[in-house]
């Protein structure tokens, strides 16, 4: 048994990796790692899992489609590619976010579900070992969030893609 | 690879800076609003049509589209109609998954990436029975 610093260390030792934060707690050195994007939204952390992402764009215009729900910003055109972004302040009941230099649109894909998502920032991709994900016995209001993990010794809320996905298939909008 | 006989020509127009594209082939004329009394036409709003969340659109220069439609010929109003472009097929992207999903209703046809811009095409049939 090491400790997990140590571990994540040995093991990949690249900069982003170095930056997680253990709090001296004791992992088997056979946990599978997990691949997190981490980013904010209205001075919260949160992360998708990586395996989900396929990209991480700047800011570009969103062209608004109307006759969608609020929820559904629009539509951009990423590298000749056209993607959908969505809008997870809405999703979350947060105010409308402020567009800086540090807005980002990532680009998912889970379950037969594909969006651009738009973010306030993206912080880091990092390896956090699975047992360090809380996600056990997690509730939260939005079923989306599963779980929780620590990052840099802030609380990170997990989102699960497919579940986002699904939920926005079925759920009814109304329109701002 | 790009080909005349893959075009199809649409009238672009304007609508809270959103770009809206119309099949030249469904218009037999453009009239200003202040002259419509005289056409004896059906008209309506193509805001109205579409779905717009803001209740109030402001039109800059608003004109009326006279679409040969299906059945009687019909008015639409639009926007700031600026220009009449060739469209490749290659141009024209079906919307994404999610944008058909969440506004299966809506006149959009499809849009068109040209020259880094985004067009809204639209189905004129589904529009007019919107």
Known sequence: ???????????????????????????????????????????????????????????????FVPGCPG????????????ESVISLHVLLDMEKPDISNKTRIVIAEKDQG????????????IDIPESSFNT????????????????????????????????????????? | ???????????????EKIQFGIKTNLVSKIIPL??????????????????????????QTPMVLRIKGKQKPMGIVIDQPKDILKIFKEEIYPLPQLIRRHAGTTPIESVAMKDNTIILLMDMDHLLTH
């Open chain 1, 1 to 63: 048994m090491v400790t997990k610093s140590q571990k994540i260390s040995e093991n990949h030792g690249s900069p982003a990796i170095k930056n997680f934060s253990t709090d001296g707690q004791i992992v088997d050195v056979n946990d599978a790692v997990i691949t997190a994007v981490i980013f904010t939204l209205d001075d919260n952390y949160y992360a998708f899992n990586g395996g989900d992402v396929s990209g991480i764009w700047p800011f570009t215009k969103i062209n």
């Open chain 1, 71 to 82: 929820f559904i910003l629009g539509i951009v055109n990423i590298r000749g590619d056209l």
């Open chain 1, 114 to 125: 594909r969006s651009g998502i738009l973010v306030d920032s993206v912080q880091d991709v």
């Open chain 1, 136 to 176: 056990s016995l997690y509730t939260h209001e939005k079923k989306f969030i599963v779980g929780e993990a620590f990052y840099r010794d802030k609380y990170v809320a997990i989102i699960d893609l497919g579940k986002l996905f699904s939920q926005i298939k079925v759920q009814t909008w109304t329109q701002p």
């Open chain 2, 1 to 15: 690879m790009k080909s005349i006989f893959n075009t199809q020509e649409y009238l672009i127009f304007t609508i």
């Open chain 2, 34 to 59: 202040d002259q419509i009394r005289q056409e004896k036409i059906k008209v309506c709003w193509f805001h109205e049509k579409i779905g717009f969340y803001k209740k109030k659109v402001l039109y």
